[in-house]
């Protein structure tokens, strides 16, 4: 093979073309690189925040201090805070029309298709460009409903009260160091709240995009779906690649109340040269259902653990998610449920692909409460790896607290046998076709559960993937 066709296939000049188009650096205000009280107190200084939002900075600086890094999971040695810039505020004001959003970054968001979906497909968008959302809408009918949508530092001027009372209380800044991280430089993110009742029947989307090197992303993301409520939020994320570490420490906190339903579903396609510590996690009523649709397709390192804890009787988790490890990717992903109600139920479905040297691990808790009588859980993870360079691993934690429980759980860790391959191959189909048809047919279960155009994202990635490994 030819060195000019191996460049053409290889997925580095590929696959990530539209993903790792660079904007210039401009903004209207950065940090220096680092972490003191001196550049918190900036951060609040430009917001222009509430007092007690600054004093809620200021002491998760002091718990981040304290703590060291987590003692598992791949390695995160060389990310250094130190030469990370926490906050940038690019040269952009927070707009309500596509229209007003500075050009470049404006294309850079059409590009991505977040312009088009917003007209066609999405009652409502949030785009936030590095540290702060410079675009906002919602449709009309779900304002006259009460439906509250907007960027989280908007919320905590206008909706304080909120605020308060759920901000950083299901991932309090004593959970890691990167949750305290999280505490102390924030900014950006979503707010969501559904009132009783209300069916938000088409999708709400952020999309997160970070263009600076060197730099964190920090977004919180609040959404509370009342009483018998019923939404869909849907998340992307992306970064160019750049040859220095660049960090994203966001958190999600997700309120299902009593028979209401929630459906987060997210693919985060970060760059190589990425830190993702992200932590997401839900509180689930009586007869509430959180779905998770998770989709892992880049970062250097990723720890990832979307958490349940199902609070109410016969409150329901559902978790749906894929892993795509290639290169020196080490993708430390899975799910976290607790059973804290009796007859409550929880399904997770995981599948995780490796290549090219990729480690794709699944990570996973499912802890049964004393009082959780009558509970059922399935976990399911199947493992594929491409290759004899990568390695996949399942790690999960089971804690049973009481005998009146019906609990599953099958692991398969595996290659693309050779036999299938043999006889498709004798049906007159390529080898580089048969390979990619075994590998969608793999996660065919959790692509069909994606966003329509996450889920051709991700049947592109595999064909991309797959032609740089075979060619």
Not at 17 to 33: I, P, S, V
Not at 212 to 240: D, N, R, Y
Not at 275 to 295: M, P
Not at 436 to 465: H, T
Request: proline fraction near 4%.
């Amino acid at each position: 093979m030819s060195e000019t066709k191996r460049e053409r296939t290889h997925i580095e000049d590929f696959n990530r073309e539209l993903l790792d188009r660079k904007n210039e650096f401009n903004y209207r205000y950065k940090t220096r690189a680092g972490l003191n009280e001196e550049i918190i107190r900036e951060i609040s200084a430009q917001k222009n925040e509430p007092e007690w939002m600054l004093e809620f900075r200021l002491k998760s600086l002091e718990i981040y201090n304290k703590l060291e890094n987590p003692p598992w999971g791949a390695d995160i040695s060389d990310l250094n805070v130190d030469d990370i810039i926490t906050y940038v505020r690019p040269d952009s004001e927070l707009s309500y029309s596509w229209d007003d959003v500075p050009e470049d970054i404006k294309n850079t968001f059409d590009e991505l298709g977040l312009v088009e979906a917003d007209q066609k497909s999405l009652a409502g968008v949030g785009a936030q460009y590095d540290s702060e959302v410079v675009f906002h809408s919602i449709q009309k009918n779900l304002t006259d409903q009460g439906v509250i949508y907007t960027d989280f530092d908007t919320a905590v001027k206008e909706y304080p009260e909120i605020v308060k009372e759920y901000f950083m209380k299901l991932i309090p800044p004593t959970d890691h160091k990167y949750a305290a991280l999280h505490g102390a430089v924030w900014s950006g993110g979503s707010f969501v709240y559904v009132p009783e009742g209300v069916h938000v029947d088409i999708p709400i989307q952020s999309y997160f995009r970070q263009n600076a090197p060197g730099t964190g992303q920090f977004e919180h993301t609040l959404i509370i779906v009342e009483k018998g409520a019923w939404c869909h939020f849907i998340e992307g994320c992306s970064a160019p690649k750049y040859n220095v570490n660049n960090l994203h420490a966001g958190a999600v906190e997700l309120h299902v109340k009593e028979g209401a339903y929630l459906r987060y579903s997210t693919i985060e396609n970060w760059s190589k040269n990425m830190y993702n510590l992200n932590t997401k996690r839900a509180l689930v009523d009586k007869d509430g259902t959180i779905e998770w649709v998770s989709g892992s397709f880049g970062s250097r390192v990723s720890y990832l653990y979307p958490m349940s804890i199902l609070r109410g009787e016969r409150a329901h988790s559902e978790f749906t998610g894929v892993t795509f490890a290639s290169g020196k990717q080490d993708l430390d992903t899975g799910t976290k449920v607790v059973h804290a109600a009796p007859n409550t139920t929880s399904n997770t479905n995981t599948k995780s692909i490796s290549k090219g040297g990729g480690n794709a691990i699944y990570r996973g808790l499912l802890h049964i409460a004393k009082n959780a009588h009558g509970s059922k859980a399935t976990t399911n993870c199947e493992s594929l790896m491409l290759d004899n360079e990568s390695r996949a691993d399942t790690i999960p934690a089971i804690i049973i607290e009481n005998d009146d429980v019906d609990i599953g759980h099958e692991a398969k860790i595996g290659r693309i046998s050779d036999e299938t391959i043999f006889y498709l191959m004798s049906r007159g189909i390529s080898e580089e076709e048969a390979n990619a048809m075994v590998v969608r047919g793999f996660v065919e279960p959790v692509s069909k559960e994606l966003p329509l155009e996450y889920s051709v994202e991700m049947n592109n990635l595999i064909n991309l993937e797959l032609k740089g490994t075979i060619g």
